[in-house]
């Protein structure tokens, strides 16, 4: 064990939270949660647990160099933030969570005629309403049949309700349903039941949980245990998930006096003429040379800013990274410069040498290769690389400074890596009009551009697809009824 891993031990919290062990390299190997960081982390590095613990824990020991942890304020948050940790860091030794296991959350699409919420376990950026994840199933499934009762919201699954759905149901009889499949209620009306229950599961509406709790009582004082007992779980329930409603937010990445240190120790690496306040860090993400993109994080007096990060389609260029950053960097000063916005004190690359040369071929063109400093960041041996044959820094893993650099490196590479998972997604979903005979490329792309996705197109009534240049009312038909069988919801 050296000194740094063993000065960090020392001076543990007593207190919820995740950790992450780093190796040699500085690369996250494994991230764990604990009621009492101190206890836990503790216990791995004991004598007899490097006794008597199996190979793959006494390997895992052999390899931690580093560590580090987030505190977080109990143990439901601890559950999602590792899970989130593991998803995003890909640690070689995480087995459990490796599988891709996702905790449950609430998904309604506003988009529909009338929507209802379902239970998803993947978080997508598709314009639906997401709540949670939340750490317990059983909170999950109590909500959502709430919510439906509560609100008489539809449970049926077909894309627009009418009175053949009806056949075999009697949600209208046993669950409250409005049936707005009879015409019961009209779009409007449904939709400011779902507003209200959307508000509700945001935290909005506290009095419809003080009225089930003065339900319960009511039943208890009646002694009708059983309706009592029913409704305490659902109130219990239903304050645990409104307790966890958000999904999990990481703390700063360091705090700010820390980050201060940190970017006064940059400065000085790098000859700067003051701390950075605003870093820029930039990453090409592509699958085989094909979706290339880019993304841009942007941390302020050294914690990452979401409001700032952006995302870009890499056009010109493919299986090309340094082109690739040319190009990202040329849009976003061209966007700075027209929207007359501050530039950056310090452009990070993640990459090498190639990366930072395009990156100020750029600055130049744009007459500020003098003004804003570029430096890269080689993932291999986390080398600060530097411009103008300047030899390259490498820094002591408890350097501030390089933390900053490595975990605003890594959020950006999180970041590409998402959007890159999203398109290629996408043009999965988009594959199944390649199917349907009579649609071909100019043709889909033409349908695609006018309803915004393949599942806006599915939920489409066949005479607003008929109404599409060329498209007749025979082939809007086989759309629909190709897409109904393929376009399934979120499970």
């Known amino acids: 064990m050296n000194d740094v891993l063993r000065e960090k031990l020392k001076h543990l919290p007593e207190k919820p939270g995740c950790y992450l062990y780093r190796d040699r390299a500085g690369t996250i190997i494994y991230v764990g949660k604990a009621v009492n960081l101190r206890r836990r982390v503790q216990s791995y590095f004991r004598a007899s647990t490097l006794r008597t613990a199996p190979p793959k824990l006494r390997s895992l020991i052999h390899h931690v160099q580093d560590l580090e942890y987030r505190i977080v304020r109990s143990e439901a ?33 506003p988009t529909r005629d009338f929507p209802r919420f379902t239970t998803c376990r993947i978080i997508r950026e598709d314009g639906a309403h997401y709540f949670g994840p939340f750490p317990s199933a059983t909170v999950v499934r109590v909500a959502l049949d709430f919510v439906e009762k509560r609100f008489g919201l539809r449970k049926c699954n077909s894309l627009t309700p009418c009175p053949e759905d009806h056949t075999h149901c009697m949600a209208d009889i046993i669950r409250f349903c409005t049936a ?12 400011k039941r779902f507003d209200e229950a959307c ?6 509406r506290p009095a419809i949980t003080e009225e089930l709790h003065r339900q319960m009582l009511k039943a208890s004082e009646k002694e009708d245990f ?56 930039f990453d090409i993400s592509h699958l085989m040379g094909t979706h290339t993109v880019a993304s841009m994080v942007t941390a302020v007096d050294g914690v990452p800013d979401k409001r700032r990060y952006r995302r870009f389609r890499i056009r010109t260029v493919t299986n090309n990274d340094p082109l690739a950053m040319a190009e990202v960097i040329q849009r976003h000063l061209s966007h700075l410069k027209d929207e007359n916005a501050p530039l950056p004190d310090l452009i ?14 750029i600055l130049k063109q744009f007459n500020l290769y003098d003004k804003i400093p570029v430096a890269g960041l080689n993932e291999h041996f986390e080398e600060i690389v530097l411009a103008e044959g300047r030899p390259n820094l490498i820094l002591p893993r408890s350097s501030k400074a390089l933390q900053i ?46 309803f915004g996705s393949v599942r806006r197109l599915a939920a489409a009534e066949v005479e607003t697809i008929a109404q599409h240049p060329g498209i007749t009312p025979e082939l809007a038909k086989i759309i629909k009824e190709a897409l109904q069988a393929r376009i399934i919801d979120h499970d």
Not at 181 to 191: F, M, P, V
Not at 199 to 204: H, K, Y
Not at 414 to 423: D, E, G, K, S, V
Request: hydrophobic share 40%.
């Open 348 to 361: 990070l690359c993640d990459g090498a040498q190639l990366q930072v040369e395009a990156t100020r071929t």
């Open 405 to 450: 650099l490595m975990r605003l490196r890594d959020e950006a590479h999180r970041f590409a890596i998402t959007y890159n998972r999203t398109l290629r997604l996408r043009v999965l979903k988009e594959s199944v009009l390649d199917e349907i005979p009579n649609i071909g490329p100019i043709r889909k792309k033409s349908l695609l551009k006018a």
């Open 77 to 109: 948050e601890a559950l999602l933030t590792e899970s989130h940790l593991i998803k995003t860091y890909r640690p070689r030794f995480n087995i459990l969570l490796r599988d891709d296991k996702r905790y449950l959350a609430l998904r309604a699409d």
């Open 199 to 204: 508000a509700f599961l945001r935290g909005e």
């Open 226 to 281: 059983e309706r009592a007992a029913r409704l305490r779980d659902t109130w219990l329930a239903l304050k645990e998930l409104l307790r966890e409603k958000a999904r999990v937010r990481l703390q700063p990445t360091l705090p700010k006096p820390t980050a201060q240190e940190g970017l006064e120790e940059l400065a000085s690496y790098l000859q700067l003429p003051s701390p950075p306040h605003i870093i820029e860090c």
């Open 180 to 191: 707005p499949c009879l015409g019961r209620i009209s779009e409007a009306d449904y939709r």
